[in-house]
């Protein structure tokens, strides 16, 4: 049963636009909503995360915006950077914490 | 999608105590597994890289007599916590991939709190 879902499995933007992630979950007893940034060969890193009492989050270029009654978040990314091609995360936690699939982002120069 | 399992899902032992944990892939078979840790400010840390039949690949800084990593099937790895100490309560998390290459799916985590 897979309580986070990352739909799209990969995403190819252009450097300079922006760059839509997008996340579904099944769990309305989460309450705090991640997203991490793995390249190859490393381990994931922490870019941004909200709480389910706020429906935006913004961190420079990365904004969250959580939908509770949608059970949607997304990550937006602008402008786009080539290095910001890697895969994205997206996670869910109550007590525990649940992962997506992930979605590989391609920033084409 | 593949799911990967963990169990215990949370875990509270006495200091001293040895603490095991499982990480199950249901349905496909998973030559690397990956454990991590996390800590504050949300990051994870790789701890080790474990393939099946072969001993684990430990990253920097990890004490590999206190962190035991056993992947003797396709389908489970184990970590197991020796001699667990208050500094080492934290959230680990394993992760498989089917081969090199391939999509790396998460498991639920594991939260081992050691008083």
């Known amino acids: 049963d897979q309580q986070v879902k990352q739909n799209s499995p990969s995403l190819s933007v252009q450097e300079g636009r922006i760059s839509i992630l997008n996340c579904d979950y099944t769990?309305?007893?989460?309450?705090?909503f991640l997203w991490y940034k793995k390249y190859p060969a490393e381990g994931p890193t922490f870019l941004i995360s909200?709480?389910?009492?706020?429906d935006k989050n913004e961190d420079g270029r990365f904004t969250v915006f959580l939908n509770k009654s949608a059970k949607h978040l997304s990550l937006h990314i602008v402008p786009s950077q080539p290095g910001d091609s890697a895969v994205y995360f997206c996670?869910?936690?109550?007590?525990?914490?649940?992962f997506g699939a992930g979605t590989r982002l391609t920033v084409k120069p | 999608g593949a799911v990967v399992s963990q169990h215990p899902s949370r875990v509270i032992c006495k200091s001293g105590t040895s603490v095991k944990i499982e990480c199950r892939s249901l349905?496909?078979?998973?030559?690397?597994m990956f454990w991590y840790r996390q800590f504050p400010k949300k990051s994870l840390m790789l701890m080790a890289t474990?393939?099946?039949?072969?001993?684990?690949?430990?990253e920097q800084g990890v004490e590999k007599d206190k962190f035991l990593i056993n992947h003797a099937s396709l389908t489970l790895s184990t970590l197991t916590v020796t001699s667990a100490h208050p500094e080492d309560s934290s959230f680990y998390i394993c992760?498989?991939?089917?081969?090199?290459?391939?999509?790396?799916?998460f498991g639920p985590g594991t939260r081992l709190t050691v008083l």
């Open positions: 992760s498989a991939r089917e081969f090199p290459g391939s999509k790396q799916f």
């Open positions: 996670a869910a936690s109550e007590n525990d914490m649940r």
């Open positions: 474990s393939n099946e039949g072969s001993k684990a690949t430990y």
């Open positions: 909200i709480s389910s009492i706020k």
């Open positions: 769990n309305s007893m989460f309450d705090y």
């Open positions: 349905d496909f078979q998973a030559t690397t």
